[in-house]
């Protein structure tokens, strides 16, 4: 058990999401660019944390943190 400020908040682990119908399969993607367009469309956008980008959202009060982006 943690007693430290916040711990109530502490990151917890998610389940694994795979993409793709077959739930555990491959996926494939194509990535199409016309080169006519100076703004084009897509969907989807990753991001990682990494133990900088962890170490200062622990240092956010709970309510700060509240106030971050929120997966949609």
């Given at each position: 058990m943690c007693?430290?400020?916040?711990?109530?908040?502490?990151?917890?682990?998610?389940?694994?999401v795979r993409p793709g119908p077959a739930r555990g399969g491959g996926?494939?993607?194509?990535v199409v660019i016309d080169p006519g367009r100076t703004r084009q469309r897509y969907t989807g956008v990753g991001f990682?944390?990494?133990?900088?980008?962890?170490s200062n959202l622990w240092k956010l009060t709970p309510a700060?943190?509240?106030?971050?982006p929120q997966a949609r």
């Open positions: 007693s430290a400020p916040g711990a109530e908040h502490a990151w917890q682990a998610l389940p694994t996926a494939d993607a194509t990682s944390l990494d133990e900088t980008s962890v700060e943190r509240d106030r971050g």
